[in-house]
Protein backbone atom coordinates (compact mmCIF):
# COMPACT_ATOMS: atom_id res chain seq x y z
CA UNK A 1 0.00 0.00 0.00
CA UNK A 2 2.83 2.50 1.04
CA UNK A 3 4.11 1.62 -2.74
CA UNK A 4 0.77 2.73 -4.47
CA UNK A 5 0.59 5.99 -2.39
CA UNK A 6 3.98 6.79 -3.18
CA UNK A 7 3.40 6.32 -6.88
CA UNK A 8 0.04 8.43 -6.61
CA UNK A 9 1.74 11.47 -4.71
CA UNK A 10 4.29 11.28 -7.35
CA UNK A 11 1.95 11.15 -10.17
CA UNK A 12 -0.15 14.37 -8.36
CA UNK A 13 3.38 16.09 -8.10
CA UNK A 14 3.67 15.37 -12.02
CA UNK A 15 0.58 16.61 -12.94
CA UNK A 16 1.23 20.01 -11.13
CA UNK A 17 4.62 20.35 -12.31
CA UNK A 18 3.72 19.82 -16.10
CA UNK A 19 1.40 22.52 -15.48
CA UNK A 20 -1.73 20.75 -16.79
CA UNK A 21 -3.65 20.32 -13.40
CA UNK A 22 -2.80 23.63 -12.29
CA UNK A 23 -4.33 25.08 -15.60
CA UNK A 24 -7.81 23.13 -15.27
CA UNK A 25 -7.85 24.00 -11.62
CA UNK A 26 -7.15 28.01 -12.07
CA UNK A 27 -10.03 27.63 -14.92
CA UNK A 28 -12.29 25.76 -11.70
CA UNK A 29 -11.84 28.35 -9.28
CA UNK A 30 -12.20 31.06 -11.72
CA UNK A 31 -15.70 29.71 -12.46
CA UNK A 32 -16.55 29.50 -8.90
CA UNK A 33 -15.13 32.52 -7.72
CA UNK A 34 -16.67 34.57 -10.26
CA UNK A 35 -19.77 33.00 -11.50
CA UNK A 36 -21.75 34.46 -8.01
CA UNK A 37 -21.59 37.59 -8.79
CA UNK A 38 -21.77 37.96 -12.57
CA UNK A 39 -24.70 35.04 -13.22
CA UNK A 40 -28.37 37.51 -13.21
CA UNK A 41 -30.28 34.44 -14.45
CA UNK A 42 -33.59 35.59 -15.78
CA UNK A 43 -32.64 39.28 -14.35
CA UNK A 44 -35.53 39.21 -12.10
CA UNK A 45 -35.58 36.27 -9.84
CA UNK A 46 -32.99 35.50 -6.89
CA UNK A 47 -34.07 31.51 -7.28
CA UNK A 48 -33.43 31.97 -10.86
CA UNK A 49 -29.82 33.52 -10.77
CA UNK A 50 -28.77 30.56 -8.20
CA UNK A 51 -30.28 28.14 -10.13
CA UNK A 52 -28.11 29.46 -13.05
CA UNK A 53 -25.50 29.28 -10.53
CA UNK A 54 -25.35 26.16 -9.54
CA UNK A 55 -26.11 24.68 -13.28
CA UNK A 56 -23.21 26.29 -14.36
CA UNK A 57 -20.92 26.23 -11.91
CA UNK A 58 -21.64 22.27 -11.36
CA UNK A 59 -22.13 21.46 -15.14
CA UNK A 60 -18.82 22.83 -15.86
CA UNK A 61 -16.69 21.53 -13.35
CA UNK A 62 -17.84 18.10 -14.01
CA UNK A 63 -16.80 18.61 -17.96
CA UNK A 64 -13.64 20.48 -17.00
CA UNK A 65 -12.67 18.03 -14.44
CA UNK A 66 -13.45 14.65 -16.97
CA UNK A 67 -11.11 16.77 -19.87
CA UNK A 68 -8.42 16.83 -17.22
CA UNK A 69 -8.83 13.07 -15.87
CA UNK A 70 -8.29 12.17 -19.64
CA UNK A 71 -5.67 13.77 -20.52
CA UNK A 72 -3.98 12.97 -17.22
CA UNK A 73 -4.82 9.53 -17.52
CA UNK A 74 -3.71 9.05 -21.23
CA UNK A 75 -0.78 10.77 -20.88
CA UNK A 76 0.53 9.31 -17.93
CA UNK A 77 1.75 5.46 -19.15
CA UNK A 78 2.11 6.52 -22.90
CA UNK A 79 4.33 9.08 -22.61
CA UNK A 80 6.56 7.87 -19.56
CA UNK A 81 6.37 4.06 -22.11
CA UNK A 82 7.72 6.05 -25.69
CA UNK A 83 10.38 8.34 -23.68
CA UNK A 84 11.38 5.82 -21.72
CA UNK A 85 10.77 7.61 -18.36
CA UNK A 86 9.29 4.32 -17.07
CA UNK A 87 12.39 2.40 -17.59
CA UNK A 88 13.55 4.04 -14.10
CA UNK A 89 10.78 2.85 -12.09
CA UNK A 90 10.00 -0.66 -13.32
CA UNK A 91 13.35 -1.07 -12.92
CA UNK A 92 12.53 -1.11 -8.98
CA UNK A 93 10.99 -3.61 -6.85
CA UNK A 94 7.47 -2.57 -7.19
CA UNK A 95 5.21 -4.85 -9.66
CA UNK A 96 4.20 -3.20 -12.63
CA UNK A 97 0.45 -3.25 -11.20
CA UNK A 98 1.30 -1.61 -8.26
CA UNK A 99 2.46 1.05 -10.46
CA UNK A 100 -0.77 0.93 -12.30
CA UNK A 101 -2.83 1.46 -8.98
CA UNK A 102 -0.82 4.13 -7.93
CA UNK A 103 -1.44 6.51 -10.88
CA UNK A 104 -5.04 5.70 -10.43
CA UNK A 105 -5.29 6.81 -7.00
CA UNK A 106 -3.22 9.40 -7.39
CA UNK A 107 -5.29 11.09 -10.28
CA UNK A 108 -8.82 9.99 -8.53
CA UNK A 109 -7.98 11.92 -5.06
CA UNK A 110 -6.77 15.10 -7.26
CA UNK A 111 -10.45 14.93 -8.54
CA UNK A 112 -11.51 14.66 -4.72
CA UNK A 113 -9.71 17.57 -4.10
CA UNK A 114 -10.81 19.27 -6.42
CA UNK A 115 -14.32 18.33 -6.19
CA UNK A 116 -14.32 19.06 -2.05
CA UNK A 117 -13.15 22.70 -3.05
CA UNK A 118 -16.56 23.05 -5.44
CA UNK A 119 -18.28 21.73 -2.82
CA UNK A 120 -17.46 24.24 -0.15
CA UNK A 121 -17.71 27.33 -2.84
CA UNK A 122 -21.05 26.19 -3.86
CA UNK A 123 -22.06 26.03 -0.47
CA UNK A 124 -20.56 30.00 -0.02
CA UNK A 125 -22.12 30.68 -3.15
CA UNK A 126 -25.62 29.83 -2.11
CA UNK A 127 -25.48 31.00 0.91
CA UNK A 128 -24.45 34.53 -0.83
CA UNK A 129 -26.57 34.63 -3.51
CA UNK A 130 -30.04 33.68 -1.42
CA UNK A 131 -29.20 36.47 0.70
CA UNK A 132 -29.40 39.02 -1.92
CA UNK A 133 -32.15 40.99 -1.78
CA UNK A 134 -35.70 40.78 -4.19
CA UNK A 135 -38.33 42.91 -5.12
CA UNK A 136 -40.45 40.01 -6.36
CA UNK A 137 -43.36 38.96 -4.46
CA UNK A 138 -42.88 35.50 -3.05
CA UNK A 139 -39.33 34.54 -4.39
CA UNK A 140 -37.32 34.28 -1.29
CA UNK A 141 -39.62 31.64 -0.35
CA UNK A 142 -39.50 30.01 -3.77
CA UNK A 143 -35.64 29.71 -2.96
CA UNK A 144 -36.24 28.27 0.25
CA UNK A 145 -38.79 25.70 -0.65
CA UNK A 146 -37.74 24.77 -4.33
CA UNK A 147 -33.90 25.52 -4.72
CA UNK A 148 -32.57 24.64 -1.16
CA UNK A 149 -35.38 22.53 0.10
CA UNK A 150 -34.89 19.40 -1.42
CA UNK A 151 -37.88 17.63 -2.35
CA UNK A 152 -38.58 14.15 -3.48
CA UNK A 153 -40.66 12.85 -6.22
CA UNK A 154 -43.34 10.17 -6.78
CA UNK A 155 -44.59 9.12 -9.69
CA UNK A 156 -48.46 8.72 -10.71
CA UNK A 157 -49.89 4.95 -10.28
CA UNK A 158 -50.54 3.96 -14.14
CA UNK A 159 -52.74 1.22 -15.53
CA UNK A 160 -51.51 -1.85 -17.34
CA UNK A 161 -51.29 0.12 -20.76
CA UNK A 162 -50.02 -3.25 -22.55
CA UNK A 163 -53.08 -5.32 -21.05
CA UNK A 164 -55.36 -2.23 -22.77
CA UNK A 165 -54.02 -2.33 -25.74
CA UNK A 166 -54.18 -6.02 -26.51
CA UNK A 167 -57.91 -5.77 -24.78
CA UNK A 168 -58.29 -2.80 -27.23
CA UNK A 169 -57.16 -5.15 -30.38
CA UNK A 170 -59.41 -8.08 -29.29
CA UNK A 171 -62.26 -5.79 -29.46
CA UNK A 172 -61.46 -4.50 -33.22
CA UNK A 173 -60.77 -8.44 -34.09
CA UNK A 174 -64.42 -8.96 -32.58
CA UNK A 175 -66.02 -6.32 -34.40
CA UNK A 176 -63.94 -7.29 -37.49
CA UNK A 177 -62.39 -4.11 -37.54
CA UNK A 178 -59.15 -5.14 -38.65
CA UNK A 179 -57.89 -8.27 -40.45
CA UNK A 180 -55.05 -11.27 -39.19
CA UNK A 181 -51.63 -9.09 -38.44
CA UNK A 182 -48.10 -10.08 -38.69
CA UNK A 183 -45.76 -9.88 -35.25
CA UNK A 184 -44.70 -6.86 -36.55
CA UNK A 185 -47.94 -4.94 -37.55
CA UNK A 186 -49.35 -6.28 -34.29
CA UNK A 187 -46.63 -4.70 -32.47
CA UNK A 188 -46.82 -1.18 -33.88
CA UNK A 189 -50.62 -1.08 -33.36
CA UNK A 190 -50.12 -2.25 -29.58
CA UNK A 191 -47.47 0.97 -29.35
CA UNK A 192 -49.86 3.67 -30.94
CA UNK A 193 -52.76 2.26 -29.01
CA UNK A 194 -50.53 2.34 -25.87
CA UNK A 195 -49.92 5.99 -26.74
CA UNK A 196 -53.62 6.92 -27.44
CA UNK A 197 -54.44 5.40 -24.36
CA UNK A 198 -51.43 7.77 -22.57
CA UNK A 199 -52.50 10.89 -23.93
CA UNK A 200 -56.53 10.52 -23.52
CA UNK A 201 -55.76 9.14 -19.87
CA UNK A 202 -53.55 12.58 -19.23
CA UNK A 203 -56.60 14.92 -20.84
CA UNK A 204 -59.20 16.50 -18.93
CA UNK A 205 -61.98 17.51 -21.50
CA UNK A 206 -64.30 20.46 -20.56
CA UNK A 207 -66.21 19.74 -17.66
CA UNK A 208 -64.67 16.18 -16.64
CA UNK A 209 -63.91 14.87 -13.45
CA UNK A 210 -60.58 12.57 -13.13
CA UNK A 211 -59.30 10.88 -10.56
CA UNK A 212 -55.12 10.46 -10.67
CA UNK A 213 -53.72 8.03 -7.52
CA UNK A 214 -50.52 8.08 -6.36
CA UNK A 215 -49.49 4.80 -4.10
CA UNK A 216 -46.95 3.88 -1.50
CA UNK A 217 -46.68 7.02 0.19
CA UNK A 218 -44.78 6.23 3.49
CA UNK A 219 -45.41 10.17 4.77
CA UNK A 220 -45.95 11.37 8.32
CA UNK A 221 -49.47 12.21 8.79
CA UNK A 222 -48.90 13.32 12.69
CA UNK A 223 -49.13 17.40 13.14
CA UNK A 224 -46.82 18.56 15.34
CA UNK A 225 -46.85 21.52 17.83
CA UNK A 226 -45.39 24.34 16.31
CA UNK A 227 -45.89 27.38 18.70
CA UNK A 228 -49.30 28.97 21.03
CA UNK A 229 -49.53 32.01 20.94
CA UNK A 230 -52.72 34.69 20.81
CA UNK A 231 -54.12 34.84 17.50
CA UNK A 232 -53.50 38.75 17.13
CA UNK A 233 -50.38 38.38 16.64
CA UNK A 234 -50.71 36.34 13.39
CA UNK A 235 -53.97 37.83 12.08
CA UNK A 236 -51.94 40.42 9.78
CA UNK A 237 -50.03 37.26 7.59
CA UNK A 238 -53.04 34.47 7.63
CA UNK A 239 -54.25 34.62 4.31
CA UNK A 240 -55.33 37.69 1.52
CA UNK A 241 -58.92 36.71 1.36
CA UNK A 242 -61.45 38.13 3.44
CA UNK A 243 -63.04 34.69 4.67
CA UNK A 244 -64.92 33.51 7.51
CA UNK A 245 -64.26 29.92 9.65
CA UNK A 246 -65.95 28.83 12.25
CA UNK A 247 -63.32 26.98 14.37
CA UNK A 248 -66.26 25.53 16.58
CA UNK A 249 -67.42 23.33 13.62
CA UNK A 250 -65.06 22.76 11.73
CA UNK A 251 -61.37 20.64 12.42
CA UNK A 252 -59.66 24.39 11.94
CA UNK A 253 -57.66 25.54 8.81
CA UNK A 254 -54.83 25.22 6.92
CA UNK A 255 -52.59 28.77 6.27
CA UNK A 256 -49.12 29.47 5.38
CA UNK A 257 -47.03 31.80 7.51
CA UNK A 258 -43.92 33.03 6.73
CA UNK A 259 -43.89 30.71 3.46
CA UNK A 260 -44.71 26.83 6.17
CA UNK A 261 -47.85 25.44 6.26
CA UNK A 262 -49.50 25.59 9.24
CA UNK A 263 -52.70 23.98 10.97
CA UNK A 264 -54.49 26.17 13.45
CA UNK A 265 -57.59 24.98 15.52
CA UNK A 266 -59.15 27.39 18.07
CA UNK A 267 -59.36 25.92 21.69
CA UNK A 268 -63.02 26.81 22.66
CA UNK A 269 -65.24 28.21 20.68
CA UNK A 270 -65.91 31.67 18.23
CA UNK A 271 -65.00 33.03 15.02
CA UNK A 272 -61.94 34.05 13.61
CA UNK A 273 -62.50 36.53 11.04
CA UNK A 274 -59.60 36.20 8.17
CA UNK A 275 -60.18 39.75 6.90
CA UNK A 276 -56.83 41.83 8.28
CA UNK A 277 -59.00 42.82 11.36
CA UNK A 278 -57.91 41.15 14.85
CA UNK A 279 -60.59 38.61 16.29
CA UNK A 280 -62.59 39.76 19.26
CA UNK A 281 -61.10 39.02 22.69
CA UNK A 282 -57.83 37.23 23.13
CA UNK A 283 -58.44 33.64 22.37
CA UNK A 284 -55.75 31.30 22.35
CA UNK A 285 -55.28 29.45 19.50
CA UNK A 286 -53.35 26.03 18.78
CA UNK A 287 -51.00 26.59 15.97
CA UNK A 288 -49.18 23.12 14.99
CA UNK A 289 -46.76 22.81 11.84
CA UNK A 290 -48.56 20.38 9.47
CA UNK A 291 -47.46 18.22 7.08
CA UNK A 292 -47.68 18.74 4.07
CA UNK A 293 -46.81 17.55 0.29
CA UNK A 294 -46.89 19.25 -3.35
CA UNK A 295 -48.93 18.46 -6.40
CA UNK A 296 -46.38 19.17 -8.84
CA UNK A 297 -48.08 20.56 -12.20
CA UNK A 298 -47.80 21.90 -15.54
CA UNK A 299 -51.05 21.76 -17.78
CA UNK A 300 -50.75 22.16 -21.53
CA UNK A 301 -53.32 23.45 -23.49
CA UNK A 302 -53.77 20.84 -26.98
CA UNK A 303 -54.20 24.09 -29.08
CA UNK A 304 -50.32 24.83 -27.81
CA UNK A 305 -51.67 28.08 -26.51
CA UNK A 306 -49.09 29.46 -24.47
CA UNK A 307 -51.05 32.47 -22.54
CA UNK A 308 -53.99 30.93 -21.13
CA UNK A 309 -55.31 30.35 -18.00
CA UNK A 310 -56.97 27.45 -17.17
CA UNK A 311 -59.79 26.53 -14.51
CA UNK A 312 -59.84 23.60 -12.51
CA UNK A 313 -61.09 22.70 -9.01
CA UNK A 314 -58.47 19.89 -7.12
CA UNK A 315 -59.73 18.17 -3.89
CA UNK A 316 -58.04 15.39 -2.46
CA UNK A 317 -59.06 12.43 0.08
CA UNK A 318 -60.22 8.98 -0.12
CA UNK A 319 -64.46 9.47 0.11
CA UNK A 320 -64.47 5.84 1.57
CA UNK A 321 -62.22 7.71 4.56
CA UNK A 322 -64.32 10.82 5.12
CA UNK A 323 -61.16 12.13 7.35
CA UNK A 324 -59.12 12.27 4.75
CA UNK A 325 -61.19 14.50 2.77
CA UNK A 326 -59.64 18.19 1.89
CA UNK A 327 -61.78 21.23 0.49
CA UNK A 328 -62.24 22.06 -3.11
CA UNK A 329 -59.94 24.73 -4.16
CA UNK A 330 -60.40 25.92 -7.40
CA UNK A 331 -58.19 28.54 -9.00
CA UNK A 332 -56.63 29.65 -12.28
CA UNK A 333 -53.24 27.87 -13.83
CA UNK A 334 -51.34 29.44 -16.33
CA UNK A 335 -50.68 26.85 -19.05
CA UNK A 336 -47.32 25.59 -19.88
CA UNK A 337 -45.99 26.47 -16.19
CA UNK A 338 -45.26 24.53 -13.16
CA UNK A 339 -47.74 25.01 -10.16
CA UNK A 340 -47.04 23.85 -6.63
CA UNK A 341 -50.32 23.40 -4.95
CA UNK A 342 -49.76 21.83 -1.14
CA UNK A 343 -51.94 18.94 0.12
CA UNK A 344 -51.84 18.11 4.10
CA UNK A 345 -50.77 14.41 4.55
CA UNK A 346 -53.58 13.67 6.45
CA UNK A 347 -55.18 13.50 2.92
CA UNK A 348 -53.60 10.39 2.19
CA UNK A 349 -55.21 7.18 3.38
CA UNK A 350 -54.86 4.36 5.61
CA UNK A 351 -53.19 2.13 2.68
CA UNK A 352 -50.92 4.78 2.25
CA UNK A 353 -52.87 5.97 -1.27
CA UNK A 354 -53.49 9.56 -2.18
CA UNK A 355 -56.21 10.52 -4.44
CA UNK A 356 -56.17 13.74 -6.37
CA UNK A 357 -59.36 14.40 -7.93
CA UNK A 358 -59.27 17.13 -10.45
CA UNK A 359 -62.39 18.91 -12.48
CA UNK A 360 -61.88 21.26 -15.62
CA UNK A 361 -64.33 23.94 -14.64
CA UNK A 362 -63.87 25.45 -18.95
CA UNK A 363 -66.94 25.17 -20.65
CA UNK A 364 -64.77 24.94 -23.89
CA UNK A 365 -60.83 24.32 -23.18
CA UNK A 366 -59.12 20.94 -22.28
CA UNK A 367 -56.33 20.20 -20.21
CA UNK A 368 -53.40 18.05 -20.34
CA UNK A 369 -50.64 16.98 -18.40
CA UNK A 370 -47.83 15.42 -20.80
CA UNK A 371 -44.95 13.96 -19.11
CA UNK A 372 -43.77 12.41 -16.22
CA UNK A 373 -42.53 16.03 -14.57
CA UNK A 374 -46.20 17.54 -15.67
CA UNK A 375 -47.93 15.69 -12.81
CA UNK A 376 -45.93 13.95 -9.81
CA UNK A 377 -45.94 14.96 -5.79
CA UNK A 378 -43.02 16.54 -4.40
CA UNK A 379 -42.42 15.23 -0.60
CA UNK A 380 -39.95 17.53 1.39
CA UNK A 381 -36.52 15.54 2.16
CA UNK A 382 -33.41 15.84 3.00
CA UNK A 383 -31.29 19.26 2.95
CA UNK A 384 -29.46 21.59 0.50
CA UNK A 385 -25.64 20.61 1.57
CA UNK A 386 -26.01 16.88 1.82
CA UNK A 387 -27.88 16.86 -1.66
CA UNK A 388 -24.83 18.88 -3.36
CA UNK A 389 -22.49 16.13 -1.85
CA UNK A 390 -24.42 13.51 -2.89
CA UNK A 391 -24.31 14.81 -6.55
CA UNK A 392 -20.64 15.51 -5.91
CA UNK A 393 -20.12 11.92 -5.16
CA UNK A 394 -21.67 10.73 -8.13
CA UNK A 395 -19.67 12.88 -9.94
CA UNK A 396 -16.18 11.58 -8.90
CA UNK A 397 -17.57 8.02 -9.18
CA UNK A 398 -18.10 8.83 -13.11
CA UNK A 399 -14.65 10.62 -13.31
CA UNK A 400 -12.89 7.19 -11.43
CA UNK A 401 -14.34 5.22 -14.01
CA UNK A 402 -12.58 7.91 -16.99
CA UNK A 403 -9.27 7.70 -14.93
CA UNK A 404 -9.41 3.58 -15.07
CA UNK A 405 -10.73 3.89 -19.03
CA UNK A 406 -7.84 6.42 -20.17
CA UNK A 407 -4.79 4.48 -17.94
CA UNK A 408 -6.19 0.97 -19.23
CA UNK A 409 -6.22 2.80 -23.01
CA UNK A 410 -2.57 4.41 -22.71
CA UNK A 411 -1.06 1.00 -21.37
CA UNK A 412 -1.00 0.05 -24.92
CA UNK A 413 -2.04 2.93 -26.90
CA UNK A 414 -0.24 6.34 -27.53
CA UNK A 415 -1.01 9.25 -26.04
CA UNK A 416 -3.35 10.42 -29.21
CA UNK A 417 -4.95 7.49 -29.46
CA UNK A 418 -5.75 6.90 -26.01
CA UNK A 419 -7.36 10.07 -25.70
CA UNK A 420 -9.66 10.10 -28.68
CA UNK A 421 -10.85 6.19 -27.37
CA UNK A 422 -11.79 7.80 -23.98
CA UNK A 423 -13.67 10.95 -25.17
CA UNK A 424 -15.31 8.87 -27.71
CA UNK A 425 -16.82 6.62 -24.66
CA UNK A 426 -17.32 9.76 -22.75
CA UNK A 427 -19.21 11.27 -25.74
CA UNK A 428 -21.25 7.53 -25.68
CA UNK A 429 -21.97 7.52 -21.56
CA UNK A 430 -23.06 11.29 -21.55
CA UNK A 431 -25.66 10.36 -24.46
CA UNK A 432 -26.79 7.07 -24.00
CA UNK A 433 -29.76 7.09 -23.65
CA UNK A 434 -30.31 9.88 -26.14
CA UNK A 435 -28.65 7.28 -28.79
CA UNK A 436 -30.66 4.21 -27.97
CA UNK A 437 -33.78 5.86 -28.54
CA UNK A 438 -32.20 6.80 -31.62
CA UNK A 439 -30.89 3.26 -32.90
CA UNK A 440 -34.69 2.53 -31.89
CA UNK A 441 -36.16 4.67 -34.22
CA UNK A 442 -33.38 4.64 -37.37
CA UNK A 443 -34.58 0.33 -36.71
CA UNK A 444 -35.79 -0.51 -40.84
CA UNK A 445 -37.52 -3.29 -41.83
CA UNK A 446 -36.58 -4.41 -45.17
CA UNK A 447 -33.11 -2.98 -47.20
CA UNK A 448 -35.26 -1.07 -49.42
CA UNK A 449 -36.43 1.26 -46.83
CA UNK A 450 -32.79 1.16 -44.90
CA UNK A 451 -30.78 4.15 -46.02
CA UNK A 452 -27.43 2.26 -45.46
CA UNK A 453 -29.00 -0.57 -47.58
CA UNK A 454 -27.42 -3.89 -46.50
CA UNK A 455 -25.04 -2.33 -44.62
CA UNK A 456 -27.25 -1.10 -41.81
CA UNK A 457 -28.25 -4.33 -40.05
CA UNK A 458 -24.51 -4.77 -39.02
CA UNK A 459 -23.30 -1.66 -38.51
CA UNK A 460 -26.36 -1.08 -36.45
CA UNK A 461 -25.75 -4.50 -34.32
CA UNK A 462 -21.85 -3.09 -33.61
CA UNK A 463 -23.19 0.14 -32.44
CA UNK A 464 -25.71 -1.61 -30.16
CA UNK A 465 -23.11 -3.82 -28.44
CA UNK A 466 -20.92 -1.04 -28.30
CA UNK A 467 -23.15 1.01 -26.77
CA UNK A 468 -24.43 -1.47 -24.18
CA UNK A 469 -20.80 -1.90 -23.22
CA UNK A 470 -20.66 1.96 -22.39
CA UNK A 471 -22.00 2.98 -18.97
CA UNK A 472 -24.94 5.28 -19.32
CA UNK A 473 -24.13 8.75 -17.35
CA UNK A 474 -27.52 10.25 -18.27
CA UNK A 475 -28.97 7.61 -15.48
CA UNK A 476 -28.67 9.46 -13.14
CA UNK A 477 -28.75 13.17 -13.61
CA UNK A 478 -27.62 14.22 -10.39
CA UNK A 479 -26.37 18.10 -10.84
CA UNK A 480 -30.19 19.02 -12.89
CA UNK A 481 -31.88 17.20 -9.52
CA UNK A 482 -29.44 19.79 -7.60
CA UNK A 483 -30.60 22.56 -9.76
CA UNK A 484 -34.28 21.77 -8.88
CA UNK A 485 -34.52 20.89 -6.11
CA UNK A 486 -35.04 17.25 -6.04
CA UNK A 487 -33.49 14.50 -4.21
CA UNK A 488 -30.36 13.04 -5.19
CA UNK A 489 -31.00 9.42 -3.64
CA UNK A 490 -28.83 7.59 -1.56
CA UNK A 491 -29.51 4.59 -3.86
CA UNK A 492 -28.13 6.78 -6.55
CA UNK A 493 -24.84 7.50 -5.16
CA UNK A 494 -24.15 3.59 -4.00
CA UNK A 495 -24.98 2.03 -7.58
CA UNK A 496 -22.56 4.72 -9.45
CA UNK A 497 -19.97 3.70 -7.11
CA UNK A 498 -20.73 -0.11 -7.02
CA UNK A 499 -21.22 0.09 -10.86
CA UNK A 500 -18.76 2.52 -11.98
CA UNK A 501 -15.80 2.12 -9.54
CA UNK A 502 -16.30 -1.39 -8.06
CA UNK A 503 -17.09 -3.19 -11.30
CA UNK A 504 -16.49 -1.66 -14.90
CA UNK A 505 -13.74 0.72 -13.53
CA UNK A 506 -12.21 -2.57 -11.68
CA UNK A 507 -12.54 -4.70 -14.75
CA UNK A 508 -10.70 -1.92 -16.82
CA UNK A 509 -7.77 -1.41 -13.77
CA UNK A 510 -7.76 -5.39 -13.77
CA UNK A 511 -7.36 -5.46 -17.89
CA UNK A 512 -5.13 -2.30 -18.00
CA UNK A 513 -2.40 -4.47 -14.73
CA UNK A 514 -2.46 -7.56 -17.15
CA UNK A 515 -1.44 -5.68 -20.60
CA UNK A 516 0.85 -3.78 -18.42
CA UNK A 517 2.18 -6.61 -16.74
CA UNK A 518 2.79 -8.62 -20.15
CA UNK A 519 3.96 -5.73 -22.28
CA UNK A 520 7.84 -5.79 -23.60
CA UNK A 521 8.30 -1.89 -22.80
CA UNK A 522 12.03 -2.54 -24.83
CA UNK A 523 9.94 -2.17 -28.17
CA UNK A 524 8.87 0.93 -28.25
CA UNK A 525 7.10 1.87 -31.24
CA UNK A 526 6.39 5.61 -32.15
Not at 241 to 257: L, T, Y
Not at 295 to 306: A, N, S
Not at 371 to 379: A, C, V
Amino acid sequence: MSRIWAVARHMIAESIRTKVALLFIAIILVILLTTPFTVTGDGLTVKSRLQNYLAYSLGSVGVLLSLLTVFLSCGTLSNEISRKYLFMVVSKPIPRWQLFMGKWVGVVTLNGITLLMTFAAAMVSAWYIKNQPTTVPGDAEAVQEEVLGVRHNFRLHQPDWNRLAQGRIRQLREAGAIEKLTPEEEKNLTTQLVEEAKSGWRTLRPRQWHTFEFRNLLVSKTAVEKDRGSATVYENRLTDEARQWDVNESRGFDCVIQSVPYHIAANSATTLMLDGNPPSGSQDYSIRRKGFVFLHIKPRHPGGTEDAFLQALIVCGDPREPQTMTREVAADYVVERFHDIPIPTFAVNSQNTLYVQIFNLSEKDSITFEGDDGFELLYPLGTFHWNTFRAIMIVWSRLAFLAALGLMMSSFLSFPVACMASFLVFAVASMKSWLTDSFEWTTSYSFRQDALWVFGPPLRFIGRIFINLVPDFSRFDAVSNVVAGRLVTLNWVLQSLVLLVLFQGAVLIIIGCVVLTRRELARVTA
